[in-house]
């Protein structure tokens, strides 16, 4: 049965950054609605091919939204509960779905409960809501006790997801998310530091209402996107191949991981895993390569392999964004939509016909893969649906490229979609096409 999420074109907002928040949270300060700055955006979103929003961390937290204070409110510093409701009544009404960032491993520092432990040592009551918690020594800030923080960072406090309190905690806000804003699913934080019986747990909770898609950098993807647990996870390894195919000139890479994943005995064959070029917490696509001119042969991929594509704010337009000094901060930038200032300008619209096209090729959302041809600089491959056969040939060289392939199925001719006009016969079940440089073609076969 088809999910939403089979046709759904991503876009990735960090609110903190993206509304132009204060770096640390006062505590006290009245609620600012800064997430009406993405109202202004919805046209551009729309216009875009978007048909959903991922919001990064929205709920009360001391400084970047993963060390959270209150599951239950809305940091001040981006609005109020009131604010969120009508952002998400906002996109709802022009047809885009919401997920929200889960945090669910770790809180900051200044979460109530681990606050009332800090002022009460063994005789709080919430002693047993933080993992490995134990008296006797110190903690880096101080404390009398020492906890787990995650990977090392102790502002970051791992929760104790063994004790019901702690979990009947996260899933009633999950409820209370579910209820007050209506959102559509949840992307889920450091999700392979996470207890699976948790996952299993919410899973069984959300049931039908609420898509679960996990943050996962290494490992069998199956461990956490199953049928008991979450529907998807972060396509770390494409995202890799993506960039790093480009930079080596060595499309062999990227081929590799699709058919690992996707060819015909490939391990995800059934899973509708998140692709992305960039995000948060890596380096921004533009930055990454060499060129930026291979920004439109990587998002032609990102558009038509499978998978859920999505783009990060402002990566669009190709903006730049590095981590400097152990800092997030150039990777999370307060945007106003940029216009005739972009840094490619014509990326964005290259993007638009991208999603179109994919849009209306189900094969391109759904169907099979199967490779074709690899080259350095060249690539080709073959998506397949219903009897609805597409090509794709992406080309990273500065000059037309020649791609001779075999026709997975029949035809007597291949139909550009993402170049009008242009189409190439077929000879014996064989075709050369030219691919033009730095960029693709998509063949619907007739």
């Not at 901060?329 to 096209?357: K, M, Q, T």
């Not at 391109?364 to 080259?375: A, K, R």
């Not at 080709?380 to 649906?385: C, I, P, S, V």
Request: contains cysteine.
């Amino acid at each position: 049965m088809e999910h939403w999420t089979d046709t759904a074109i991503f876009y990735h907002i960090y609110p903190l950054g993206f509304c132009g928040a204060p770096p640390r949270n006062d505590f006290h300060s009245p609620a600012a609605h800064r997430l009406e700055h993405i109202l202004g955006w919805l046209d551009h979103l729309q216009d875009l091919g978007i048909t959903a929003i991922y919001l990064g961390p929205v709920f009360e937290s001391t400084e970047h939204g993963y060390d959270t204070v209150d599951y239950y409110h809305v940091d001040r510093r981006l609005g109020d509960n009131d604010t969120l409701k009508r952002l998400v009544e906002a996109i709802h009404a022009r047809g885009m779905r919401v997920i929200l960032d889960g945090v669910f491993n770790h809180v900051g520092r200044d979460f109530w409960a681990f606050y009332d432990l800090r002022q009460n040592g063994e005789r709080s009551a919430y002693r047993d809501w933080f993992h490995d918690l134990h008296f006797g020594e110190q903690s880096p800030y101080g404390d009398p006790f020492g906890y787990t923080g995650w990977e090392g960072h102790y502002s970051l406090v791992k929760l104790n997801l063994g004790n019901p309190a702690v979990r009947k905690h996260l899933l009633d806000a999950v409820a209370f998310w579910l209820d007050e804003f209506e959102i559509d699913g949840l992307r889920l934080d450091a999700a392979d530091q996470v207890d699976p019986a948790f996952w299993r747990e919410l899973s069984a909770f959300c049931g039908d209402r609420c898509w679960l898609m996990g943050e996962i950098i290494h490992g069998d993807y199956r461990k956490w996107a199953n049928p008991e647990m979450l529907h998807s996870v972060t396509n770390y390894e494409c995202y890799k191949g993506l960039w790093s195919s480009h930079v080596d000139r060595n499309y062999f890479e990227i081929a590799y991981s699709l058919d690992r994943q996707f060819g015909s005995t490939g391990m995800y064959r059934d899973l509708r895993l998140y692709n992305f070029a960039d995000n948060h917490d890596v380096d921004r696509a533009a930055s990454t390569l060499d060129n930026p001119a291979h920004l439109f042969p990587l998002y032609a991929l990102l558009f038509t392999i499978p998978g859920v594509p999505s783009i990060y704010y402002g990566s669009e337009w190709g903006i730049d964004g590095k981590k400097s000094n152990g800092s997030d901060a150039p990777l999370r930038p307060y945007l106003h939509l940029p216009g005739e200032i972009a840094p490619h300008p014509e990326l964005a619209d290259s993007i638009r016909r991208l999603i179109e096209v994919r849009r209306r090729l189900p094969a391109l959302q759904s169907g099979g893969y199967e490779q074709l041809h690899v080259d350095h600089e060249q690539f080709a491959f073959a998506r397949q649906l219903n009897g609805q056969s597409v090509i794709v040939a992406v080309n990273a060289a500065d000059h037309p490229a020649p791609v001779e392939i075999a026709l997975p199925r029949e035809g007597s001719r291949l139909v550009d979609e993402l170049n009008p006009g242009d189409a190439f016969g077929v000879d014996g079940g064989r075709v050369q096409i030219e691919v033009p440089p730095r960029w693709a073609r998509v063949l619907r076969v007739e």
